[in-house]
Every structure is written in structure tokens, then in C-alpha cells.
């Protein structure tokens, strides 16, 4: 059963407008919300987090947004440039757990 | 710093034979994960330790894999005997414990024929 979905296994968007990747997750433990960027023939890196008690973090052209209600974030980059083209994945944890629940990952191009 | 160092980078091997893959985590890290990526099901948690002792394996599919950390520099995962349902790519990550940011290897792309 996955805890943490991606229903979106890939997203086209153009250079320069906003990219949203979004993932939903069931458990209602988790507190603690990242998202990590994988290129080919790399390992993941992290990229943004957010903590269940807010519902934005920003970091430069990232933003995460978190519905606790809805059970669902998402991943806005504004704006998108081709260097972002990448997998994102989506990943949860509970309080006092070291443990990260991973999503299938979407895979972003931004094209020119 | 080096980041987090895995080995082999590619293994082919044969249905039936033995593998290990081996990891170093980023010096100072008390946390180590082992992690499995396949299409289907994304990145799955294999195992994790915290201070060398194992946490969590809930995850190692059967009990053809093991995995164990004898110091804090050094882990292993092995398959024994391997198939083909075993081919993806198998990643190391370290953090500090208690800490959520985990630092990923490059993985390794195990292929089993």
C-alpha cells in the first residue's frame, strides 16, 4: 500500500512558465514533508522541506505547499529553466522516525 | 567531502550467484539507509541503522538479503542467491540521526540474468 503517491509519472512544461508537481500521501503521522531532484545516473538530492506545521516553505525559485487537510503538497518552480529537467520525488516521515516514505517520483522536461 | 561512496557503480551477474554492494557513509553521518528504486513501486526502504545497530529492515524483501554495518564507515548488502526479480538500482543514504535530510550515493545498477 503506498503511503505517499505521485499520480503523475511525468510533466511537460515550457521554459520560463511554472512547473507544479503535486503527491498525496494516507497517513496522518507524518509531520515532516521533503522533496528530493534525481538526475540520471545519480542519486537523489534533497531539494526543499516542510515541517506539518506550516503550509509554505520557499527557497528561491522553489515553493512547497502543504494542505494537511487534504492530505496533499506540491512543488511549484517559477520560473522553470531546462537545468530542472529532472525525476522529483516526494517523501514523508513520521516524528521520531528516521524513516522517509518515498513516492514513484514524476519525471519534469522543460523544454525551451 | 566525498559524499556518500558505493561500489560497484554496475554489477551484472548470474541467476543463482552472490552479490554484495558496499557503502561508505559521509564521515560524522550515525545513520545509514539502504534503499531499492525499481519503476513499479519508486524508492523503497530496504534497511536502515543507527549507530551500526540495525533499526528497521521491515523492508528486505526475503531472506535471500542481508545486510550488516560493522563500523561506522563501512556497510554491506548482500544478495544470496540472486534473480532476476532483483535487478534495480540499489542506493546508500546517511544522515544524522534524528535529522530527516538523508545524502544519497550514486547507487549501484545491480542486473541479474
Known amino acids: 500500500d503506498q503511503q505517499v503517491k505521485q499520480n503523475s509519472p511525468s510533466l511537460s512544461v515550457q521554459e520560463g512558465r511554472i512547473s507544479i508537481l503535486n503527491c498525496d500521501y494516507t497517513?496522518?503521522?507524518?509531520?515532516?514533508f521533503l522533496w528530493y531532484k534525481k538526475y540520471p545516473a545519480e542519486g537523489p538530492t534533497f531539494l526543499i522541506s516542510i515541517s506539518s506545521i506550516k503550509d509554505k516553505n520557499e527557497d528561491g525559485r522553489f515553493t512547497v505547499f502543504l494542505n494537511k487537510s487534504a492530505k496533499h503538497l506540491s512543488l511549484h518552480i517559477v520560473p522553470s529553466q531546462p537545468g530542472d529537467s529532472a525525476v522529483y520525488f516526494c517523501a514523508a516521515s513520521g516524528s521520531r522516525n528516521d524513516k522517509l516514505i518515498f513516492g514513484t517520483g514524476t519525471r519534469l522536461q522543460v523544454f525551451p | 567531502d566525498a559524499g556518500v561512496i558505493q561500489s560497484p557503480r554496475h554489477e551484472v551477474t548470474e541467476m543463482g550467484q552472490e552479490v554484495t554492494l558496499r557503502c561508505k557513509p559521509i564521515s560524522g553521518h550515525n545513520s545509514l539507509f539502504w534503499y531499492r528504486q525499481t519503476m513499479m513501486r519508486g524508492l523503497e526502504l530496504l534497511i536502515y541503522?543507527?549507530?551500526?545497530?540495525?533499526?528497521?529492515d521491515s523492508g528486505m524483501p526475503e531472506d535471500r538479503f542481508s545486510a550488516k554495518m560493522p563500523n561506522a564507515s563501512f556497510s554491506t548488502l548482500k544478495i544470496q542467491p540472486s534473480e532476476p526479480r532483483d535487478s534495480a538500482v540499489y542506493f546508500c543514504?546517511?544522515?544524522?540521526?534524528?535529522?530527516?535530510?538523508?545524502?544519497f550515493g550514486p547507487g549501484t545498477r545491480l542486473t541479474v540474468t
Open positions: 541503522f543507527n549507530n551500526n545497530v540495525p533499526i528497521d
Open positions: 543514504a546517511s544522515s544524522y540521526v534524528k535529522t530527516y535530510e538523508q545524502y
Open positions: 497517513n496522518s503521522m507524518f509531520d515532516y
